[in-house]
Nanobody, 121 residues
Framework: QVQLVESGGGLVQPGGSLRLSCAASGSIFSIDAMGWYRQVPGKQRDLVAFITSGGSTNYADSVKGRFTISRDNAKNTVDLQMNSLEPEDTAVYYC???????????????WGQGTQVTVSS
């Protein structure tokens, strides 16, 4: 089985910073990409950022210049450094991995359980 475990969420004041971490473990053959999504009640889950195994990145327009995604392929981890946080960043953040469990299996999406980020004074 594959498990993704997030950590680093919490309560922070506007303008503050948080660093989210996600570790993938289990039956993993290769990881094509990992990323972070966020969701608030009553709204869809939206992409925040993703990074491929080769290091290519993509960010949502709302977080460009404030968030930085990074990865350690050897450890199957991905981090999201969040700076200059705003109340609008408040959401449950979910880690996602697009990976293969076997060489002859196609890649598929796996999700973490989510971690709450609250930006409030």
């Amino acid at each position: 089985q594959v498990q993704l475990v997030e950590s680093g969420g919490g309560l922070v004041q506007p303008g503050g910073s948080l660093r989210l971490s996600c570790a993938a473990s289990g039956s993993i053959f290769s990881i094509d990409a990992m990323g972070w999504y966020r969701q608030v009640p009553g709204k869809q889950r939206d992409l925040v950022a993703f990074i491929t195994s080769g290091g290519s990145t993509n960010y949502a327009d709302s977080v460009k210049g404030r968030f930085t995604i990074s990865r350690d392929n050897a450890k199957n981890t991905v981090d999201l450094q969040m700076n200059s946080l705003e109340p609008e960043d408040t959401a449950v953040y979910y880690c996602n991995a697009y990976l293969r469990t076997r060489w002859d299996f196609p890649s598929n999406d796996y999700w973490g359980q989510g971690t709450q980020v609250t930006v409030s004074s």
